[in-house]
């Protein structure tokens, strides 16, 4: 007969005690525009699933696609500039 054992230190390595830093809350502050851009598109997509999508849905669609783009845009620009010093 075998024993079922459980790894302890695999099991509390990520307890719910440890926290974020504040750098990965940076990050995660830096990267949320891109991230709701992305939650909008995904949005716009989903409702024209089922049916067949509307003017009104092919502009929403657009609108979102093109603000994901400027929000990647922006996040490259901002490490290009931190990369660079600023200098152009």
């Known amino acids: ?3 079922i ?3 302890q230190d695999v099991v509390t390595a990520f307890a719910d005690f440890m926290e974020p830093t504040n750098a990965e809350l940076d990050a995660i502050e830096l990267e949320m ?3 709701l851009a992305d939650v909008d598109l995904l949005d716009a997509q989903i409702t024209t699933l089922d ?3 509307t003017e009104l849905d092919v502009r929403r669609i657009r609108r979102a696609y093109r603000r994901v783009l400027a929000t990647e845009r922006d996040q490259a620009n901002r490490a290009g500039a931190n990369t660079t010093g600023g200098v152009a």
């Open 1 to 3: 007969m075998n024993n």
């Open 5 to 7: 054992v459980t790894v």
């Open 33 to 35: 525009p891109a991230i």
């Open 51 to 53: 049916r067949t999508p």
